[in-house]
């Protein structure tokens, strides 16, 4: 099976592909519009989704990814406004279990996060992250 390819579109005559399109909506989904988000991050963010699932992730997944990414992005009380209570827990559980492992798909999206200077400082200050 030959890997599946993202692609952003060009002028208008080629469209976004079909992961760039589920990410957009699940940013969206998660109160975060996508045109926030610099493409090069949209496009690490599916490339890492394609390393934790080579065949296709499952569909609850861009949901997922895009809920982590908006609480880093949004901080712990405008996430908790947007998507409620439990999904601000889940957040945070998920970050502290990427801080213990340092290496999962949820390690990845809070590092990323950080390096592309997206991340709020609530967030950084409150888990202790840093870029070293």
């Not at 200077?117 to 967030?123: D, F, P, R, S, T």
Request: glycine share 8%; charged share 25%; aromatic share 6%.
């Amino acid at each position: 099976m030959a890997p599946r390819r993202s692609s952003l579109g060009f002028l208008g005559m080629f469209g976004r592909s079909g992961d760039l399109r589920q990410l957009d909506a699940a940013l969206g989904g998660a109160d975060l519009h996508p045109a926030l988000v610099p493409e090069g991050v949209k496009l690490t963010i599916v490339n890492l989704m394609k390393d934790r699932w080579p065949d296709e992730p499952p569909t609850q997944a861009y949901s997922e990814v895009a809920r982590l990414f908006s609480y880093c992005i949004a901080g712990r009380e405008p996430f908790e406004r947007s998507n409620g209570l439990q999904n601000r827990l889940e957040a945070e559980r998920r970050i502290e279990a990427a801080l213990e492992t340092g290496d999962s798909l949820d390690a990845q999206i809070v590092l990323m996060t950080l390096h592309a200077k997206l991340i709020n400082a609530e967030v950084v200050e409150r888990y202790g992250l840093n870029a070293d």
